[in-house]
Antibody, heavy 118, light 107 residues
Framework: EVQLVESGGGLVQPGRSLKLSCVAS????????MNWIRQAPGKGLEWVAY????????YYAETVKGRFTISRDNAKNTLYLQMTSLRSEDTALYYC???????????WGPGTMVTVSS | NIVMTQSPKSMSISVGDRVTMNCKASQNVYNNIAWYQQKPGQSPKLLIY???NRYNGVPDRFTGSGYGTDFTLTINSVQAEDAAFYYCQRIYNSPYTFGAGTKLELK
């Protein structure tokens, strides 16, 4: 059974950093591109970042480019999102999701909540 | 960047009705659209990819159509469990932009 479990969320002050993790199981992690998508409270979905299976291709949304870094460790079946210079508008539930093809996502984790507030 | 505009924002439908919701891209995206269903408190679920391909296990009452800039998700004979938010998404080329969603409520 495919499982994705995010962790690392919490309350953080504006301007500070936070690193999210997503542990994958039930499939060959190294064969799939992975993504982070976020959802602010009561709002819609926003794609954040993509990393290809071998980390050769990385894309970011304009709203996080230069502040967030996506990475992965295929030996540990783990996806990461390093977030720096956090802003209140980064407050959201952060999902990791498996890439099923070019830019669409077939399995999602339950999400980890990030709250940016002083 | 391409903007995805969904309409209506919400709709209230009776069980057994047929419902159609729309997604309009600000530029030609060919057939590069996906649709997701999200129920309260749950993660989104993939329904349709490349505009009209039903994902594994998705009931055949869900149908996607369209090409270019105008796309439609149709649910035939809506069931109570279909009450949810529905999101379209531009796929294939980054950024993988989502629409703002359509809320489907059951009367």
């Amino acid at each position: 059974e495919v499982q994705l479990v995010e962790s690392g969320g919490g309350l953080v002050q504006p301007g500070r950093s936070l690193k999210l993790s997503c542990v994958a199981s039930g499939f060959t992690f190294s064969n799939y591109g992975m993504n982070w998508i976020r959802q602010a409270p009561g709002k819609g979905l926003e794609w954040v970042a993509y990393i290809s299976s071998g980390s050769s291709y990385i894309y970011y949304a304009e709203t996080v480019k230069g502040r967030f870094t996506i990475s992965r460790d295929n030996a540990k079946n783990t996806l990461y999102l390093q977030m720096t210079s956090l802003r209140s508008e980064d407050t959201a539930l952060y999902y990791c999701a498996r890439g099923a093809g070019m830019g669409y996502f077939d399995f999602w984790g339950p999400g980890t909540m990030v709250t940016v507030s002083s | 960047n391409i903007v995805m505009t969904q309409s209506p924002k919400s709709m209230s439908i009776s069980v057994g009705d047929r419902v159609t919701m729309n997604c309009k891209a600000s530029q030609n995206v060919y057939n590069n659209i996906a649709w997701y269903q999200q129920k309260p408190g749950q993660s989104p679920k993939l329904l349709i990819y490349y505009a009209s391909n039903r994902y594994n296990g998705v009931p055949d009452r869900f149908t996607g159509s369209g090409y270019g800039t105008d796309f439609t998700l149709t649910i035939n004979s809506v069931q109570a469990e279909d009450a949810a938010f529905y999101y379209c998404q531009r796929i294939y080329n980054s950024p993988y932009t989502f629409g703002a969603g359509t809320k489907l409520e059951l009367k």
